[in-house]
């Protein structure tokens, strides 16, 4: 089954031709790539961060924390949570400058709820 694609619809299990398919995910690649071009090693590990601590926390995470828990100066922190929010993927901060959420995580209510299996509960953002 390598390499197929199979589409199901109603009762029938279409096969898709790969040059349908192969096109579309070496554009998906290269949009990738170019959107995300702007991430160095620093903005991973401080995504990276909020994503992981907020199930912890359960709380919204301010710039001081971030700055505190990965050894980074406090300028450098907001520099890079500020590049990260301007991207409207990765997070989101309150009036306040804290995060709320990270995808695909957040403090706020919505009506998608999670569940760790190490115990955390919070929401899907």
Do not use: C
Request: charged share 20%.
């Amino acid at each position: 089954m390598k390499n197929k694609l199979m589409f199901g619809l109603w009762r029938y299990i279409l096969n898709i031709p790969p040059f349908l398919w192969e096109q579309q995910i070496s554009k998906a690649k290269k949009k990738f790539s170019i959107e995300h071009a702007f991430m160095t090693p620093e903005h991973r590990v401080v995504h990276h961060f909020v994503v992981k601590q907020l199930p912890i926390a359960g709380k919204s995470l301010s710039p001081e924390t971030v700055s505190e828990e990965l050894n980074m100066p406090l300028d450098r922190a907001n520099l890079i949570l500020n590049e990260l929010e301007k991207r409207m993927t990765f997070l989101f901060r309150n009036s306040q400058g804290n995060v709320i959420w990270a995808y695909p995580v957040t403090v706020e209510k919505t009506p998608h709820r999670i569940a760790f299996s190490t115990g955390e509960r919070l929401y899907a953002a």
